[in-house]
T-cell receptor, first 119, second 111 residues
Framework: DAGVIQSPRHEVTEMGQEVTLRCKPISGHDYLFWYRQTMMRGLELLIYFNNNVPIDDSGMPEDRFSAKMPNASFSTLKIQPSEPRDSAVYFC?????????????????FGPGTRLTVL | GNSVTQMEGPVTLSEEAFLTINCTYTATGYPSLFWYVQYPGEGLQLLLKATKADDKGSNKGFEATYRKETTSFHLEKGSVQVSDSAVYFCALTGTASKLTFGTGTRLQVTL
């Protein structure tokens, strides 16, 4: 398997522009996670999906951020309009199983990340 | 809520030195504990895990023991190599599938 695939790997845009980050999870995985990593705040969970349904979006910073998962093999994270403080590395991760409330955990596999710079 | 505290870096060691990276946690119930590693320019990879008290996770010469009495999960390696240079994240998960990460500790190993 190719692992979790993210595109683009690098994105440079100007303030006010719309940015769309893409993720293809590992085939067969039923959980998908979006994280943001910055020097100031470390690694933050933004949102996660189970079977394409958003489960917890409490980490999404504000209404400018939105995420979708139209099918099991694709997810997007959109920022509109973008601001310089959104500059960060955005990671997508996927896992199999580990249902909520079961206490079990299945390894999250991370993509290589998208480095976003908003000027 | 859940939280993870790990020692600040960077940690700089000579090759073959002993490594300890401290990690303590706060959580309700009985979380599972993890160490992830991030090599330069890459995403995070699971290094090791422990799912219950007194479990020892190990991988690639790294070890960590789940200590419930001290709420700790310190990472150790007896002899580090230059190739171990990376950022190490301690993390936990509770009843949900999401991870809570520490801030990360950068390790730099020199010849």
């Amino acid at each position: 398997d190719a692992g979790v695939i993210q595109s683009p790997r690098h994105e440079v845009t100007e303030m006010g522009q719309e940015v769309t980050l893409r993720c293809k999870p590992i085939s067969g995985h039923d959980y998908l996670f979006w994280y943001r990593q910055t020097m100031m705040r470390g690694l933050e969970l933004l949102i996660y999906f189970n079977n394409n349904v958003p489960i917890d979006d409490s980490g999404m910073p504000e209404d400018r951020f939105s995420a979708k998962m139209p099918n099991a093999s694709f997810s997007t994270l959109k920022i509109q309009p973008s601001e310089p403080r959104d500059s960060a590395v955005y990671f997508c991760a996927s896992s199999l199983g580990g249902g909520i409330g079961t206490g079990s955990y299945n390894e999250q596999f991370f993509g290589p990340g998208t480095r976003l710079t908003v000027l | 809520g859940n939280s993870v505290t790990q020692m600040e870096g960077p940690v700089t060691l000579s090759e073959e030195a002993f490594l300890t990276i401290n990690c303590t946690y706060t959580a309700t119930g009985y979380p599972s504990l993890f160490w992830y590693v991030q090599y330069p320019g890459e995403g995070l990879q699971l290094l090791l895990k422990a799912t219950k008290a007194d479990d020892k996770g190990s991988n690639k010469g790294f070890e960590a023991t789940y200590r419930k009495e001290t709420t700790s999960f310190h990472l150790e390696k007896g002899s580090v190599q230059v190739s171990d240079s990376a950022v190490y994240f301690c993390a936990l998960t509770g009843t949900a599938s999401k991870l809570t990460f520490g801030t990360g500790t950068r390790l730099q190993v020199t010849l």
